[in-house]
C-alpha cells in the first residue's frame, strides 16, 4: 500500500507493472505498458501533479484491500481475467480516480518514441517544424458558391 | 502603496482589454492594464516540448481548476452541466483560444422582436460592423468574402486557410446535403502578417502559438498598445474596484505577486476579467453605496450566465487520407444551415456547426470529446480506428438568458490571495437540449455523406464551458440591465464593461470577434463622449 505522499512500494509497483499490462496489452513488437518501463515516468509524473497522485494512491490501496483479491493471494496471484475484473470493480467503484490513472498511462504510454514508430507519429516537439501549409484551394467553393444569400434580416 | 492616478485603469488583458488599452491609447489616455497572470514566452508553450500533450492535461490544461496554478483562480463549479474554461494571463484566454473567429448576425440582436425570446440588444450588427472589420485588421484574419449565410463583409486580410483533404471531405458532405458550409474566418495567419510568422500547421492551437499565428492579444493589440505609452502591470490581482463618497469608481485596489496589498487610482475604470472574472470583482466590489457589489442595483450582475453548450459528434473513416491531425483544430468549416429559427422545429433559435480535427496520439487515447479508447482486450484496434482518422462536428447551441444560471461568490472557497472564489450555478435548459438533439442527427448525417463509416456523439460536452456571457448585460432599462449600449455602467458613470459579460444573448457562434467589436466601440465612445476622464 503505498505512504500516505504516494510513495509506492515495491509490491504496489510489481501491482502496477501487471495492471498497466493489463490497460494497454502488448501489440506487434511492443510489450504491454508495464513491461515496457513506464512506472518511473508515471510516479514522475504523479509526485508533480496531485491529481495523478492521489488517484494513484486511492486505486493502488483499493487494489491491495480488495477482499476477494486477497482471499486468492494477491492481485498478482490472479489470473489474467481475474485481474481485469478487479480492475473493472474498482473503475466502477472509483470512476474519477480510475479515469485519472487510465489518464496518465495513456499519456506516458503515447508519448514513447517506440509507441510513435509503431503508429506512424512523428516523435518529438511539434515546433518548430510543424507540417506543410497549402494554399487554400477554391475550387472547393464551386457548389456553395451558387447558393443565394440567406442571412435573416432584422429590424433595426 | 498607492500609485497615482492615471486615466483609464483596465482590469484584465484579454481580448477585450487589449483591444480597448490600444483604442485608447491611440487617442492618447494615459492607461494602466492590471492582469493578474504573466506574460507567456511563445518558444516555451508546450508544442515547443516533446511532452505537449502532458502539459496540455495539467499545466496548461483548459480548466483552471485542473491547472491550479498561483495565477489562477478556482472555479466552483459542482453545480453547473458545464465547466468554465479560461486562461489567465496577458492576452489572458486568447493565448489558449483556437481563434475561431464568425461573426454574430444582425438577427442575434434583435431575438425578442423576431422570435419572442430573451431580450433585444440596444446595438445592431451595423453598430458594430465597422469594429469588426478593425479587429479582423488588427487579429489577423484570414477567411473569403462571400459567405451567403451571412451579411456581405470586407475582404479579409489574408486568404482562408487550407481545408486539408479532411476538411475537403466534410465540405463534400455538406454539398451532397445542399446544406451551407463556408471556410472558417479564423485569426490564424495563412501567410506572414503584421510581423507575425504564417501558421505551420501543426495541430494543438489551444496550446499557445510558438509561430505568434494565433492572434492574441499579447502579440496583437498589446505591443501597439506598449508603444503608445499603455503600462500593462502583470501579476496584480485586483479584489476591488474602488469608489469616492459619491459612489464614483476611483480606482482598484490589487494583491502584487508577494500578496502585497496596492492601490491604483484613476478617473475611470474598465472591467474586461471576462465573464466569470467580472462579475465576481464586481459582486466583491461592495461598499456603502454599492451594497450589493459595484452597479449592481438591478441585482443582475452575475444572473444570466450564458455558455453555448456544445454537442460534439466524432465521425471515423477508413479511407487512407493524410492524417486528421495535420492543421489547426478548429479553423477549417463553419455551417449556418440551421442558425435561424424554424417554426416546424420543437426550438427556438438554432446552432453552428465547426468542423474540428483530430489529435496527437494521447489525447486520441484519453478521448477528445468522446471515452478514453477502450482499456485491455481491443485497446489497439479501437485506437487504430481514432488516431488520424476521425473529424468532428461541434454542434454550438444558442444559450438563451435565464435568470437561475449565474455567478455567486462561494462561501467557503478561496483564491491563493484568500478572495473568495466565483461558484456557478447552471442548467441546460429543455429548449437547448431539444437544439442540441436536432444538430447531432444532422452531424450524423454530414458525416455519414462524407463517407464516415461510424459515428459517435457526445452529447453535451462539460468540459465545454469556452463561452462566458451574459453577467452584466447591457441594455437601456436601468432595471433590467447592469450597463448601457456603450458599455457604461448604469449606475457608475466611469465604470466600462467590455467583456462578454455584457451580451444580451448569445448568438450560436464563438463570441470573441462580438467581444472584440463591443469592446473598440465601448473606446470610441469613451475616446469621443468622455474626454473628462482624460486628465
Ligand atoms: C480553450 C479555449 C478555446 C477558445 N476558442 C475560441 C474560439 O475559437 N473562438 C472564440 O471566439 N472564442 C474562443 N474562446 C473564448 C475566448 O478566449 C474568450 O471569449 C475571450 O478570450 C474572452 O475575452 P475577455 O477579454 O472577456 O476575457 P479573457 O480573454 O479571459 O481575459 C480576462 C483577463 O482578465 C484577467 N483577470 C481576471 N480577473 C482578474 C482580476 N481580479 N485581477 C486582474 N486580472 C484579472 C485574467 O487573468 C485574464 O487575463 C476560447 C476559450 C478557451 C479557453
Ligand atoms: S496550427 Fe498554426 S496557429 Fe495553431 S498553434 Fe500551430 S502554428 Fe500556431
Known amino acids: 500500500m503505498p505512504t500516505k505522499q504516494g510513495a509506492l512500494t515495491d509490491s504496489d509497483r510489481r501491482n502496477m507493472r501487471v495492471v498497466m499490462d493489463r490497460l494497454i496489452p502488448p501489440v506487434d513488437d511492443l510489450p504491454g505498458a508495464g513491461t515496457m518501463g513506464l512506472l518511473d515516468e508515471i510516479e514522475r509524473i504523479a509526485s508533480e501533479h496531485d491529481r495523478y497522485r492521489k488517484s494513484l494512491v486511492r486505486f493502488l490501496d483499493a487494489l491491495t484491500m480488495d477482499m476477494s483479491v486477497e482471499a486468492e493471494g494477491g492481485f498478482l496471484a490472479l489470473s489474467g481475467e481475474q485481474q481485469d475484473e478487479a480492475i473493472r470493480e474498482i473503475e466502477e467503484s472509483l470512476s474519477k480516480e480510475f479515469a485519472n490513472v487510465l489518464e496518465v498511462v495513456y499519456i506516458s504510454y503515447y508519448s514513447r518514441p517506440e509507441v510513435h514508430a509503431r503508429i506512424g507519429w512523428r516523435t518529438g516537439p511539434l515546433q518548430p517544424l510543424g507540417f506543410t501549409l497549402p494554399p487554400f484551394d477554391e475550387s472547393i467553393l464551386d457548389t456553395v458558391r451558387k447558393r443565394e444569400p440567406f442571412w435573416r434580416q432584422a429590424p433595426d | 502603496m498607492a500609485t497615482g492616478p492615471v486615466d483609464i485603469l483596465i482590469i484584465g488583458t484579454g481580448a477585450s482589454g487589449a483591444a480597448a488599452a490600444w483604442r485608447l491609447s491611440e487617442a492618447g489616455f494615459k492607461i494602466v492594464c492590471l492582469e493578474q497572470g504573466a506574460w507567456q514566452r511563445p518558444e516555451q508553450y508546450p508544442a515547443a516540448h516533446a511532452n505537449w500533450e502532458l502539459q496540455g492535461a495539467t499545466t496548461f490544461a483548459f480548466d483552471p481548476n485542473i491547472r491550479g496554478l498561483p495565477e489562477d483562480y478556482p472555479v466552483n463549479n459542482t453545480e453547473s452541466d458545464i465547466a468554465p474554461l479560461m486562461f489567465n494571463a496577458v492576452g489572458g484566454s486568447t493565448i489558449h483560444w483556437t481563434a475561431h473567429t464568425p461573426r454574430f448576425h444582425p438577427s442575434d440582436f434583435r431575438v425578442r422582436s423576431l422570435d419572442g425570446v430573451a431580450d433585444d440588444w440596444p446595438i445592431s450588427y451595423f453598430d458594430l460592423e465597422k469594429y469588426f472589420d478593425l479587429n479582423d485588421d488588427w487579429m489577423g484574419c484570414s477567411g473569403i468574402a462571400g459567405d451567403p449565410a451571412n451579411p456581405p463583409r470586407s475582404p479579409r486580410p489574408m486568404p482562408p486557410l487550407p481545408l486539408g483533404p479532411d476538411g475537403e471531405r466534410i465540405a463534400r458532405g455538406f454539398d451532397k446535403l445542399g446544406w451551407h458550409w463556408w471556410p472558417s474566418d479564423s485569426y490564424i495567419n495563412s501567410q506572414p502578417y503584421r510581423g507575425r510568422n504564417a501558421c505551420n500547421n501543426c495541430g494543438p492551437n489551444g496550446l499557445g502559438c510558438y ?224 437544439l442540441l438533439d436536432h444538430g447531432i442527427r444532422n452531424a450524423e448525417r454530414v458525416l455519414l455523406a462524407a463517407g464516415a463509416h461510424r459515428t459517435e456523439a457526445n452529447p453535451m460536452l462539460r468540459a465545454g464551458g469556452w463561452h462566458l456571457m451574459g453577467t452584466a448585460r447591457m441594455g437601456d432599462d436601468p432595471e433590467r440591465s447592469v450597463v448601457d449600449g456603450n458599455c457604461q455602467a448604469h449606475d457608475v458613470d466611469n465604470l466600462f464593461v467590455i467583456d462578454g459579460s455584457v451580451f444580451v444573448t448569445s448568438g450560436a457562434v464563438n463570441p470573441t470577434p462580438t467581444i472584440q467589436a463591443i469592446a473598440l466601440r465601448a473606446a470610441d465612445y469613451i475616446c469621443r463622449e468622455r474626454t473628462d476622464l482624460k486628465g
Do not use: C
Open chain 2, 211 to 434: 509561430q505568434k499565428a494565433k492572434g492574441s492579444t499579447d502579440v496583437t493589440y498589446l505591443p501597439e498598445a506598449i508603444k503608445n505609452g499603455v503600462e500593462v502591470r502583470t501579476n496584480a490581482r485586483v479584489f476591488k474596484i474602488t469608489v469616492d463618497q459619491d459612489g464614483r469608481a476611483n480606482g482598484a485596489s490589487y494583491y502584487d505577486e508577494e500578496g502585497i496589498e496596492h492601490h491604483q487610482s484613476a478617473r475611470g475604470v474598465i472591467v474586461a476579467a471576462n465573464g466569470i472574472g467580472t462579475p465576481r470583482l464586481m459582486l466583491l466590489s461592495k461598499s456603502k453605496r454599492h451594497p450589493d457589489g459595484i452597479a449592481n442595483s438591478s441585482g443582475l450582475v452575475g444572473k444570466n450566465l450564458m455558455f453555448h453548450p456544445y454537442a460534439m459528434v466524432t465521425g471515423f473513416f477508413d479511407d487512407p487520407q493524410p492524417s486528421t491531425y495535420q492543421g489547426a483544430l478548429g479553423n477549417i468549416i463553419i455551417s449556418q444551415q440551421f442558425y435561424e429559427t424554424n417554426a416546424r422545429r420543437d426550438f427556438v433559435r438554432g446552432y453552428s456547426y465547426q468542423m474540428n480535427r483530430s489529435s496527437g496520439p494521447a489525447k486520441t487515447a484519453t478521448g477528445l470529446a468522446i471515452s478514453p479508447v477502450k482499456w485491455g482486450e481491443g485497446h489497439h484496434e479501437e485506437f487504430a480506428e481514432r488516431f488520424g482518422k476521425s473529424s468532428l462536428l461541434a454542434v454550438i447551441s444558442e444559450d438563451l438568458p435565464e435568470e437561475r444560471n449565474r455567478v455567486e461568490l462561494d462561501r467557503a472557497i478561496k483564491d491563493s490571495n484568500g478572495i473568495p472564489a466565483p461558484k456557478v450555478f447552471y442548467r441546460v435548459s429543455n429548449n437547448t437540449r431539444r
